[in-house]
């Protein structure tokens, strides 16, 4: 199973908007509504910010959304905020009934 | 409230070809509830997707790439899960982290990781 496709790196100031994509197949991201995502800052476990392509957890802020089109799952980040600052992972489970990860995304606040 | 709690040595030396046996200990929810998966992150490197354990039938499913390789069991007496890998090479150098899965396929929480240096 491939890593999933995600940008190495994405930047943004602090209150723009900044997009995250991650392409996959139709083996796993565009065959299921089974993406999620995960915030990493260094030194740390990773944490989940998205399930299910467009759910967040309770406490995760509504400034994180989720989307997908196809085989292409997005993560959308508005008003950027200087702790959002992090790598950024999707995941996706795929018809082999396990998982994979993205190459994952370092997010770099301006 | 739910905690994963990893190998309370936090960290493990082993020489290539040897195995390493991590664990992987669940508090805060009904153990046997929830599929628990394993993860691990070499240095610098991306996550990757390892395996998964059903701690109530005890069904388990790998990545392809650690066929032969891994082994994962689990403990209903003390909410514990567990991951064997044999065979290691320096290329399995890495975090190791459980997760518990929720939600279709998503791992709500994590464990605090356990570091895996294999090194002759």
């Known amino acids: 199973q491939s890593a999933l496709t995600q940008p190495a790196s994405v930047s943004g100031s602090p209150g723009q908007s900044i997009t995250i994509s991650c392409t996959g197949t139709?083996?796993?991201?565009?065959?299921?509504?089974?993406v999620s995502w995960y915030q990493q800052h260094p030194g740390k476990a990773p944490k989940l910010m998205i399930y299910e392509v467009s759910n967040r957890p309770s406490g995760v802020s509504d400034r994180f959304s989720g989307s997908k089109s196809g085989n292409t799952a997005s993560l959308t980040i508005s008003g950027l905020e200087a702790g959002d600052e992090a790598d950024y992972y999707c995941s996706s489970y795929t018809s082999s009934g396990t998982g994979v990860f993205g190459g994952g995304t370092k997010l770099t606040v301006l | 409230q739910v905690q994963l709690v990893q190998s309370q040595s936090g960290a493990e030396v082993k020489k290539p070809g040897a195995s390493v046996k991590l664990s992987c200990k669940a508090s805060g929810y009904t153990f046997t509830s929830y599929n628990v998966h394993w993860v691990r992150q070499a240095p610098g490197q991306g996550l990757e997707w390892m395996g998964i354990i059903n701690p109530s039938g005890g069904i388990t499913r790998h990545a392809q790439k650690f066929q032969g390789r891994v082994t994962m069991t689990w403990d209903t007496s003390t909410s514990t899960v567990y991951m064997e890998l044999s065979s290691l090479r320096s290329e399995d150098t890495a975090m190791f982290y459980c997760?518990?899965?929720?939600?279709?396929?998503?791992?709500?929480?994590w464990g605090q990781g356990t570091l895996v240096t294999v090194s002759s």
């Open positions: 139709s083996s796993d991201v565009g065959g299921y509504n089974y």
């Open positions: 997760a518990r899965h929720n939600s279709g396929w998503a791992f709500d929480y």
